[in-house]
């Protein structure tokens, strides 16, 4: 029910809003992050709107004035799709799509529609079949029926292609029945976790389109799928691994993001079990975005929604190539000093002194620190075998690594 077509581009707008929670810088950045998924889904961001408002409208989330804005320019340009940075009520929804008479998306449905690209297992379809279905079910009643949701396109992927009729009946039964799919093959997945052995399990975690699978690459010497976009990754890899004389078993998993959709992290449950149950943890970061800071608690919170936030963690700042600080001016008394006017050694110094020095700085493209970045990652993984197989602790050199 998944297509995996490419796509014409959509002529597409950003609508995004800014409060005290989120101010001006903020707002920019959660909308150049909505244009990097609208890209990724097929689109072409042709302009960008932004309002200052306490709380969002409840019928049409943005005020009055700036809806007429859109409109008329909607009609102007001939856009096909509009997409929301925050997620729309059905009613919401509903009230936008008479307005605009055009596609109206919001970010959960925006990345639901990137992960329908992305799903390539029978177990990964079926998981983003869920979550649709789920997204889809408050939002039935005359869901783009203006549109004839069957010519595809962004946000069109998956189960709304054939179904703008289907009652809500129907829709709870294939929920009802997806679960029962997923609960079955959950039970195959853990029996072959647990086929796994004692090997300790290392996990790969982080925002999405930080490296982790170019990590995993290097230190696998393995060929998992690496692309510039967001969540070019979807199902989880699992390879065994032996650096110098010790063997362990490490594990690709999902990128995630600010504003993860509920209904994604319920679904992908059975996904993100590998990270519950690795006795280590890799938290890859971009330390050449910006906003990396943002991307580690966004990690920390999904982290903390399963209950994995307490278990041994190794941060990885990778992209060091990338990196370049901002000019900044100490003499001016009014400008405050942030992250990014640090340079890359004052950043190394704070952050390793903050994890207690589990932290390092690498770039896994050119392999820059690869080898300090495999010496820690030895330790960590040492520390849990020699517990777990107290005859088998043998000593090492760097030379061995």
């Given amino acids: 029910m998944i297509e995996q077509k490419s796509l014409i581009f959509e002529k597409t707008i950003l609508v995004g809003i800014i409060t005290s929670e989120q101010d001006l810088n903020q707002s920019k950045e959660y909308l150049d992050e909505l244009e990097f998924l609208a890209v990724t889904a097929g689109g072409k961001v042709v302009k960008r709107y932004t309002q200052k408002m306490n709380i969002p409208n409840p019928s049409t989330f943005i005020g009055s004035g700036k809806m007429e804005e859109i409109t ?34 919001d970010r959960t449905g925006l990345i639901l529609d990137i992960f329908a690209q992305r799903a390539k297992t029978s177990y990964a379809k079926n998981q983003v079949e869920l979550a649709q279905y789920q997204y889809l079910l408050p939002r039935l009643r005359g869901l783009w029926t203006h549109l004839e949701r069957q010519r595809g396109g962004i946000g069109m992927r998956g189960p709304g292609e054939t179904e703008i009729e289907t009652d809500r009946r129907i829709v709870r039964n294939k929920i009802a029945n997806l679960k029962k799919k997923l609960i079955s093959i959950d039970k195959q997945m853990a ?31 393995s060929k998992v799928f690496a692309e510039n976009k967001l969540f070019a990754t979807l199902d989880t890899t699992v390879r065994k691994v032996v650096i110098g004389n010790l063997p362990f078993l490490l594990s690709d998993t999902v990128g995630f993001i600010r504003k993860l959709p509920t209904e994604l992290v319920e ?20 330390i050449s975005h910006p906003n990396f800071e943002d991307h580690i608690s966004s990690v920390n919170t999904t ?13 990885i700042f990778n992209k060091i190539d990338l990196y370049s600080p901002e000019p900044w001016d100490s003499l001016d008394i009014k400008k405050q000093r942030k992250k990014n006017n640090y340079t890359l050694e004052e950043l190394e110094s704070s ?33 849990i075998h020699i517990t777990r197989f107290p005859y088998n602790n043998f000593l090492y050199t760097e030379e061995m690594i």
Wanted: with cysteine; charged share 25%; proline share 2%.
């Fill in 351 to 383: 952050w390793i002194s903050l994890n207690n020095s589990n932290s390092v700085f690498i770039s896994a493209l050119n392999k820059k620190n690869f080898n300090k970045f495999r010496v820690q990652l030895y330790e960590a993984v040492r520390k």
């Fill in 267 to 286: 679904s992908f449950k059975s996904t993100l079990d590998e990270v519950k149950e690795a006795d280590v943890l890799l938290h890859i970061v971009d």
């Fill in 303 to 315: 982290l903390k929604q399963i209950k994995s936030d307490n278990k041994p963690t190794l941060m």
């Fill in 191 to 221: 029996i072959q976790r647990g086929n796994r052995g004692n090997l300790v399990r290392v996990a790969l975690v982080g925002y999405t389109n930080v490296g982790k699978s170019t990590l995993m690459n290097l230190i696998s010497k």
């Fill in 72 to 105: 008329i320019f909607c009609q102007e340009e001939k856009i096909t799709t509009v997409v929301f940075d925050d997620e729309l009520t059905p009613t919401q929804q509903g009230n936008i799509e008479k307005i605009l008479k055009c596609k109206i998306l």
